[in-house]
């Protein structure tokens, strides 16, 4: 058995115990960039919100949606927890993204006003 460093016996640790209280949002750009974020389980909308525009460095979202069509969008507010958000999912779109064994991992879309010539091509271009 391989002996760990302090350091990554604990970093082992963090990541293994991620899903227990917070979960992993694979956040994607319309271009398909894409990114994890990771957010508490009773955080807010309005934190996941919060959390997508400082890991982006963008301060002007336009919507994140559940789909990359945009028909379903997730609101922006402090009254419902991500954890309720999820669970109540009626159209059951939030699954997860990767397959067993791997942790749970849910996708949702971020419009941050930036269009790529690949995917949108009748999109105004900023």
Do not use: W
């Not at 919100?49 to 789909?67: A, M, P, W």
């Amino acid at each position: 058995m391989e002996h760990l460093s302090p350091f990554d016996a604990k970093m082992q640790h963090f990541i293994g115990s991620i899903t227990n209280s917070r979960y992993i949002i694979e956040v994607s750009k319309f271009c398909g960039y894409s990114e994890f974020v990771i957010v508490f389980k009773n955080q807010t909308l309005l934190d996941l919100y919060k959390t997508v525009s400082l890991q982006f460095e963008c301060n002007d979202i336009k919507g994140l949606y559940l789909t990359k069509s945009r028909e379903h969008s997730i609101p922006i507010t402090d009254n419902i927890r991500i954890r309720d958000y999820i669970f109540k999912d009626q159209g059951n779109l939030i699954k997860p993204v990767y397959p067993m064994p791997h942790p749970v991992v849910y996708k949702f879309y971020l419009d941050d006003g930036h269009y790529c010539i690949e995917t949108e091509p009748n999109a105004k271009h900023v």
